[in-house]
């Protein structure tokens, strides 16, 4: 059975001022607690699991052809099992792998709801429930950012990640390091391998910040030359996906600084240290969106300004042009009357006089603008 929510696609006219956007219906509304309902996006390949198996000698990558397969190492020599879910749709699936590692239900029905906001929940089974967001950069021109939704369980010895299914795994740096044998990876426990695989997540936000850094300054430059390409939507659409950004990323703070401060036997104390560095870094993230968000604000304001000022430019010469020929009309509407006891109309040089007030005035009017330097 399908479990996954339709998704609409937005059209052109959605982004018409009135008309509204299309709401969108959990679909585990109104269903009982710990109910698993898949919510997010349709998909069609099938959930893939990989069982990592390792110490500081060895290192196995098991395939995983039952669900046998998946249950933690319990051979006699003390090795971290990592167990990598990649497809979180097959909700039949998921709870099997929460059944065979004693998982809370309502854990689980977390793990499946893409929507779901980042979170530490610590259970009394001793499993450390987190979850946070990956972002990816879909398109560089307007950039737009997606969330990929991903999940950690902490155990004694064993790690298991949970993330959407997507055309790359986001974890690869981490496995080719168990992989060479090299850094501390191999040498700590499970504890360390939530950190470095929460590192890694962290360390994309560097990335997305960067591009959205390239884009805001192609649109500084715009501002700055005040060309008339740049459009309030491509600032509206940053501020936007900032906004976004900022507020999946702001719960991480809070996420790590429970990591650091209470006493949980599942953290070694050895690993606190990379968690203040993995907290540092999430502060910088946040600064730097905050940073972006006030910079885009302040380009709004001077397009906006810019236009007005080319809006007051263009009223001015009107203005000035309106100015000039005013008494030139009043002059010619005088002598356009056509009365009888006119002389001037019986003048022989009476035009060629009319065109030399008419002249005087306008090189006067000019002369006294200029001095009050309104040109």
């Known amino acids: 059975m399908n479990n996954a929510v339709n998704k609409r696609t937005f059209q052109p006219e959605d982004l018409i001022p009135g008309n509204r956007k299309p709401k969108k219906y959990k679909k585990n509304l109104l269903t009982s607690p710990g109910t698993l309902t898949y919510i997010g996006p349709d998909v069609e390949l099938k959930t893939k699991i990989r069982k990592i198996v390792y110490n500081d000698q060895i290192f196995r990558d098991q395939p995983v052809k039952s669900l046998l397969d998946c249950s933690p190492e319990t051979s006699g020599k003390k090795a971290v099992t990592w167990l990598d879910v990649d497809g979180i749709h097959e909700t039949t699936l998921i709870a099997k792998i929460g059944k065979l590692y004693q998982l ?10 893409t929507e779901h906001k980042p979170k530490l929940e610590i259970y009394d089974s001793g499993h450390l429930f987190l979850t946070l967001k990956m972002l990816h950069v879909d398109s560089e021109s307007p950039i737009c950012i997606s969330a990929e939704h991903v999940s950690f369980v902490l155990g004694t010895d064993y790690l298991l990640s949970f993330q959407e299914e997507l055309s790359n795994d986001i974890f690869t740096p981490v496995l080719e390091r168990l992989q060479a044998s090299v850094g501390k990876t191999r040498r700590n426990g499970a504890d360390y391998l939530l950190f470095a695989l929460m590192d890694i997540v962290i360390d994309n936000y560097f990335i997305v910040l960067e591009k959205l850094g390239d884009s805001l300054d192609t649109v500084e430059d715009q501002v ?5 390409e740049l459009s309030l939507k491509e600032l509206y659409s940053l501020k936007r996906e900032l906004t976004m950004a900022r507020r999946v990323i702001w719960p991480l703070r809070d996420m790590i ?3 650091i401060r209470e006493d949980n036997p599942l953290i070694n104390k050895d690993t606190i240290p990379y968690l203040r560095d993995l907290y540092d870094h999430a502060m910088q993230v946040l600064d730097t969106i905050d940073s972006y968000r006030e910079l885009v604000a302040s380009l709004a304001d001077v397009h906006l300004s810019t236009i ?3 809006m007051n430019s263009v009223m001015k010469t009107l203005t ?3 100015a000039v020929f005013m008494p030139l ?5 005088v002598y356009g009357m056509n009365f009888d ?4 109309l019986r003048m022989h040089y009476g035009y060629y006089y009319v065109w030399g007030l008419m002249i005087a005035v306008t090189i006067g009017l000019i002369f006294y603008f200029k001095s009050k330097k309104w040109m």
């Open 104 to 113: 809370h239900p309502l854990l689980l029905e977390d793990v499946v709801n």
């Open 308 to 310: 007005s000022n080319r």
């Open 329 to 333: 009309t009043f002059i010619v509407g």
């Open 224 to 228: 700055i030359r005040g060309t008339e």
């Open 257 to 259: 600084n429970q990591l």
């Open 320 to 322: 000035i042009f309106s």
């Open 341 to 344: 006891n006119m002389p001037e």
